[in-house]
């Protein structure tokens, strides 16, 4: 049964990163990504008992990931809702962080274990199926689900 769940998840990450994204996800849907993607960052960097090739697997795309999350995304769409306001924009990136803060807290009182769940690579694989990054970076965001997924079923 574990080997058939691995499989069908490796599968639907593989299929989910391979469409392309009908509509531009909303600021909100982008900060809800970017609050899984810091989690899940935080909650691999702090698990002793997994290896620093797999950590790096995971961390290094994610940390691009929220990169582009941001660039593309976060900043063009507060531009666009402040009508170019720099200033409101920067306002509303401080309530995004607080925002994204609260989820984050929010996501650790919900998985305290000291351990990553396959429901983060579900969630990223969402995010990234939404808002995908170029073709040239979906090999390597594919082995960090993949990554979260093994260390998840190692418990």
Do not use: W
Request: proline share 3%; net charge positive.
């Amino acid at each position: 049964m574990k080997h058939i769940l691995q499989k069908s998840l490796g599968i639907a990450l593989v299929l989910g990163m391979t469409t392309s994204a009908q509509a531009k996800p909303s600021v909100n849907d982008i900060q809800q990504c970017q609050a899984v993607v810091d989690f899940t960052i935080e909650r691999v960097k702090s698990v002793k008992k997994y290896s620093k090739g797999d950590v790096k697997a995971i961390v290094n795309p994610l940390k691009t990931y929220e990169t582009f999350l941001q660039s593309d995304h976060v900043d063009p769409g507060l531009l666009v809702f402040t009508k170019g306001d720099k200033a409101a924009a920067k306002d509303l990136q401080t309530q995004i962080n607080t925002y994204k803060g609260q989820v984050v807290a929010g996501l650790k009182a919900r998985h305290p274990q000291e351990r990553i769940f396959t429901d983060q690579a579900i969630a990223i694989n969402n995010c990234y199926t939404a808002a995908p990054m170029g073709a040239d970076k979906t090999e390597v965001m594919k082995t960090a689900l993949e990554t979260i997924i093994k260390l998840a079923q190692q418990g």
